[in-house]
Every structure is written in structure tokens, then in C-alpha cells.
């Protein structure tokens, strides 16, 4: 395929049902997933669940698994990919927490600070999140939007504009906004 095609093209003739179209979506827009991942991952006082490129390759599995790609254009696209990081960090996150529980493992009785040392609250915080966001889409859907943006993906205030087809304004009210309703769902 050329290089050179736009990514709404490649969307488009991969709705059409091209083979080599998805794989193609992916590649134009490997380097913005991977710095979206990267700066979602980065945000962590720790270790990160997933290493960037991991993130990005389960995300494009999770794209690939669902079948037909159903997205309108490059912003929708970004949009979509910040929900399916979501849904990975936070899988990632239950996985970490159930092997730190035990998994299948004989239980052994520790110190309690090496919870600390570990960082399980970092997924306990993103499960939280996750849960309260759940919550929140009762409310206000286009929040839920800009939270998976920006606290997910990591995007900026002008991409998530740019992909809501929002004012940069209304993008950081509703981030505020997000952030006063989740900080009070998270007390």
C-alpha cells in the first residue's frame, strides 16, 4: 500500500472490506499510538502494567479482534483508540491485582508494606476510575469521552478538540468538570 495515504482513507477502504487496509491504519498511525501510550504510561510514579509497545499491540489486537474496523475518520479514530487503551490498561490492572491476590498460587502471609513497595494502589486507582467513569456516563457521555482521552490516551487539550470537534475551551471545562465529578465518585 502507499505510504502517503491518508489515514481517513485507509479507514475508508478498510470499511470496504480491504485486507491489508487495517494493517495499514495501524501503521500510518503506529508513532500517535505509541506516544499516546507513552504518555499515559509515563504518568505513573512506577513501573507501568504494560510497556508502551505492548499497549499499542494489544490495543491493534483488540481492533483486529472486533472485526470490521467501525470508525469515521482520523479524529473518530483517535477517539476509538482512547477507548480501547482504556479497556486494556484497565484489564491489565484486574490481571496485576488478581496474580498480587494469589491467581492460583498457595497464600502466604506477608508484610503488609510491601503493597506499597509494589504499587498496588496504581491499579486500584485505575480500576476506581474505571468504575467511576462508568458511573459519569449516566450523566454526561462527551466527559467519559474527554477523561479516555486524556487520562487514557493521553492527549492534549487541542487533540481532544480536535477529535470532539470542541473549542480547546470547552475541552478543558469538561475536563475540570470530569475532574470535580470523579474526584467526589473517588472519596
Known amino acids: 500500500?502507499?505510504?502517503?495515504?491518508?489515514?481517513?482513507e485507509l479507514i475508508r477502504r478498510a470499511q470496504g472490506g480491504d485486507g491489508d487496509a487495517l494493517g495499514a491504519v495501524f501503521a500510518a498511525a503506529y508513532e500517535?499510538?505509541?506516544?499516546?501510550?507513552?504518555?499515559?504510561?509515563?504518568?505513573g510514579a512506577r513501573g507501568p502494567l504494560l510497556g508502551t509497545t505492548a499497549l499499542v499491540h494489544e490495543s491493534f489486537l483488540r481492533f483486529a479482534g472486533a472485526g470490521?474496523?467501525?470508525v469515521e475518520d482520523r479524529a473518530h479514530f483517535f477517539r476509538y483508540a482512547g477507548q480501547v487503551m482504556?479497556?486494556?490498561i484497565v484489564d491489565a490492572a484486574r490481571a496485576s491485582l488478581a496474580e498480587r491476590r494469589g491467581g492460583k498460587a498457595g497464600h502466604v502471609t506477608l508484610d503488609t508494606a510491601i503493597c506499597e513497595r509494589v504499587g498496588v494502589r496504581d491499579e486500584r486507582e485505575i480500576l476506581r476510575v474505571h468504575e467511576a467513569l462508568d458511573e459519569l456516563a449516566a450523566l454526561d457521555q462527551r466527559l467519559v469521552q474527554v477523561v479516555e482521552m486524556r487520562y487514557f490516551a493521553g492527549l492534549t487539550e487541542v487533540e481532544i478538540a480536535e477529535s470532539l470537534g470542541l473549542t480547546e475551551?470547552?475541552?478543558r471545562r469538561d475536563w475540570e468538570?470530569?475532574?470535580?465529578?470523579?474526584?467526589?465518585a473517588l472519596e
Open 1 to 8: 500500500m502507499d505510504e502517503h495515504v491518508p489515514l481517513t
Open 32 to 43: 500517535d499510538l505509541r506516544r499516546m501510550a507513552r504518555h499515559r504510561l509515563s504518568a
Open 68 to 70: 470490521q474496523l467501525r
Open 86 to 88: 482504556r479497556s486494556v
Open 169 to 171: 475551551r470547552t475541552v
Open 177 to 184: 468538570k470530569a475532574r470535580l465529578l470523579l474526584a467526589k
